[in-house]
């Protein structure tokens, strides 16, 4: 069954960094194009980057300059590294495998929780 785990959150002052972490299991990691999603308290789920096979990377407006998606194909890993961080940017951050094979499969991960407070 695949799996994806994520770790990586916590509490961090304003300004500060963090970087989150999205292991996938039993998966060929190639096939999909990953994407780190989140969600604030009583908000919509949105995206805020995406990452292909390639290395090419979307992102939100929000999170641009300040937030660098990557992954590392022989680690089935994905990664957002966050820098400059700000209260708004608290939510629980969620990893997200969509394939590029099969249409409309995707793998959602558990969430980890970010927090953004003096």
């Known amino acids: 069954q695949v799996q994806l785990v994520e770790s990586g959150g916590g509490l961090v002052q304003p300004g500060g960094s963090l970087t989150l972490s999205c292991e996938a299991f039993?998966?060929?990691?190639?096939?999909?194009?990953m994407g780190w999603y989140r969600q604030a308290p009583e908000k919509q789920r949105e995206l805020v980057a995406t990452i292909a096979v390639s290395g090419s990377t979307n992102y939100i407006d929000s999170v641009k300059g300040r937030f660098t998606i990557s992954r590392d194909n022989t680690k089935n890993t994905v990664y957002l590294q966050m820098n400059s961080l700000k209260p708004e940017d608290t939510a629980v951050y969620y990893c997200?495998?969509?394939?590029?094979?099969?249409?409309?499969?995707?793998?959602w991960g558990q969430g980890t929780q970010v927090a953004v407070s003096s």
């Open positions: 039993r998966m060929l990691f190639t096939n999909y194009r």
């Open positions: 997200r495998a969509e394939s590029l094979v099969i249409s409309g499969q995707e793998y």
